[in-house]
């Protein structure tokens, strides 16, 4: 992931400067774990604290966006340069985002996209023309950032904090600037409303479909949670655009949008998924846009629902292209361009292919919703799955493992190791409702095992294939992983060969995502997802930790 500009440093030096960077990352959520700490009522750094506990509660109350605003204000608001869009939503916004950028890019634009939480390395967050920000980089701006943190730090509550997404969002917008980007796509968090990503000045609003979740914080009704998600939508937005969506999300959008006199175009009404297939190299598409033009490309996720993302991806940058202060700085808007932009992007964890020989397919569903589209692509391959789930409390646990049973040979119920979420106690009694073979396993090690081992027990399986790491733990292991920075499709394997296979489908939070992805392609991971902190006593040291 290092990239080394000019020559390459001797060995010592590189030792230093991945000290730094931790060392930076860790400054990101100081502010962050001394609010724990003064919540659980101990003075910052006090041995005798316990690990940071998760914090929940409505984001209206204990969200402080604006801190976010007060930093960006203070660094001479890098959001104000090029332009930005925001993307919103409960499913699909980062595959939306990188989509976004990549037809922007492929049009000759210089793009800078921020999104999160990241699966193996923090900077995976930022990067310009899909080019992750240098770990370098990422220390000289903290360098500059790190007083105005402290300054504002001290002018706060004990019990309040700057949100180190907000830190993330405040190197990245300055990397950008810096760098010289034509426009920004930039992904929110759980919700928009109170969201600091939210607190940018965007031209532009995308509102991906909204489910039920996080209803602890957004919540309690799918209504509460749309009204968060709309908060996308802000004065000063040009146009607004929004996927899929239920009719009740789909009406308050549209409410939110004219009370602010801002253009909203909905997929399935303003613009539409004409065809979508699954080919021997992908999910081909065809797309038309709101201006009525027709996209066919093959995108590499095969997923269905990639096929609403790249709809409304295409929708967004259409008008972006269209707006007159793009003359002359990329190339006007083309079919083709935006076909080859959807085609390259790149969506790790996303209804990935991970292995073929067992089928090893790895999704971060959490959502009846998202789950059915995974069981309508297995139902069309015939293909049946031993599940491994990692469905936390907060999430639609009960939703994701009902709609998976149809194509399931058995339900293995584990956990991420980080220890950051929790798991319903009643899951494996709730989960025999409707599978017959149930069985809890503490990690994601032994969840395999015994998957690999219901795996061969069962008729169609590859004669002597096994389930472990690249290079073969388990004896007669056979599986051949593809590198997660690959486009990821079917890759040759066509379609006859899949019915009567066997396979192992993974599904979890993201922080499931990412420690699937880097056990079984054995690429490091550095750091939880959601906090990266090296501390003994901070959320990604072991403790949990709510620190979007």
């Not at 491994?388 to 999430?395: E, H, L, N, S």
């Not at 339900?411 to 494996?428: K, S």
């Amino acid at each position: 992931m290092k990239r080394w500009i000019g020559q390459k440093p001797a060995e010592s030096e590189v030792t230093r400067v991945f000290d730094q960077f931790w060392d930076a990352i860790d400054a990101v959520y100081q502010s962050y774990n001394r609010a724990s700490w003064a919540r659980a009522g101990f003075p910052e750094g006090d041995p005798r604290a316990p690990a940071p506990g998760r914090w929940t509660g409505p984001d209206a109350e204990r969200r402080r966006p604006d801190l976010t605003r007060r930093l960006l204000d203070r660094l001479g608001r890098p959001d104000y340069g090029a332009p930005s869009v925001l993307v919103a939503g409960s499913k699909g916004k980062g595959s939306t985002a990188r989509m976004i950028a990549g037809i922007l890019q492929a049009h000759g634009l210089r793009v800078g996209l921020f999104t999160g939480p990241h699966l193996l390395h923090p900077m995976e967050r930022i990067t310009i023309n899909g080019i992750p920000l240098p770990e370098e980089d990422f220390v000289r701006w903290m360098n500059e950032i790190g007083p105005l943190i402290q300054e504002i730090d001290r002018e706060i509550r004990s019990d309040e904090y700057i949100a180190p997404v907000g830190i993330y969002l405040a190197v990245a917008l300055c990397a950008f600037r810096e760098a010289g980007t034509d426009i920004d796509v930039l992904e929110c968090g759980r919700g928009a409303r109170f969201d600091d990503v939210a607190q940018v000045r965007a031209r532009w609003a995308a509102v991906t479909p909204v489910m039920e979740e996080h209803l602890k914080e957004l919540g309690p009704t799918l209504a509460d949670v749309a009204w968060h998600k709309a908060g996308a939508i802000r004065p000063g937005v040009r146009a607004s655009f929004a996927g899929r969506q239920n009719p009740e999300v789909a009406a308050l959008l549209r409410g939110e949008a004219k009370a602010l006199g801002v253009p909203l175009r909905i997929l399935g009404r303003d613009f539409c998924v004409d065809e979508a297939k699954i080919t021997s190299q992908g999910l081909w598409t065809a797309i038309t846009t709101p201006g009525g033009r027709r996209i066919e490309t093959t995108l590499p996720g095969v997923g269905g629902f990639q096929a609403d993302n790249a709809a409304l991806a295409a929708a967004v940058a259409e008008n972006i292209l269209q707006d007159e202060s793009w003359r002359g700085r990329g190339a006007p808007w083309s079919e083709a361009r935006a076909a080859e932009g959807l085609r390259k992007a790149v969506h790790p964890g996303r209804c990935q292919i991970l292995s073929r020989r067992p089928l090893i397919l790895v999704d971060g569903a959490v959502t009846g919703a998202s789950a059915a589209q995974i069981r309508e692509l297995l139902e069309r391959w015939r293909v049946r799955v031993v599940t491994v789930g990692a469905v936390p409390c907060d999430k639609d646990y009960p939703g994701v493992y009902r709609e998976l049973a149809a194509v399931s040979d058995g339900l293995v119920l584990t956990r991420a190791g980080n220890g950051y979420f929790t798991y319903p106690g009643e899951r494996e009694a709730m989960a025999r409702r409707w599978y017959a073979r149930v069985a809890t396993a503490p990690n994601l090690k032994e969840a395999l095992r015994v998957a690999g081992m219901w795996l061969k027990k069962t008729r169609g399986t590859p004669a002597g294939a096994g389930v472990s790491r690249r290079t073969g733990m388990a004896a007669g292991a056979n599986v051949h992983v593809q590198r997660v920075e690959l486009p990821v499709g079917l890759g040759g394997r066509h379609e006859k060969e899949h019915p009567g296979e066997r396979g192992i489908l993974l599904v979890g939070a993201q922080p499931f995502v990412a420690e699937v992805l880097s056990f079984l392609t054995e690429c490091p991971q550095h750091g939880s997802m959601i906090n990266d902190s090296r501390a003994k006593d901070s959320p990604g040291g072991g403790g949990r930790g709510d620190a979007r």
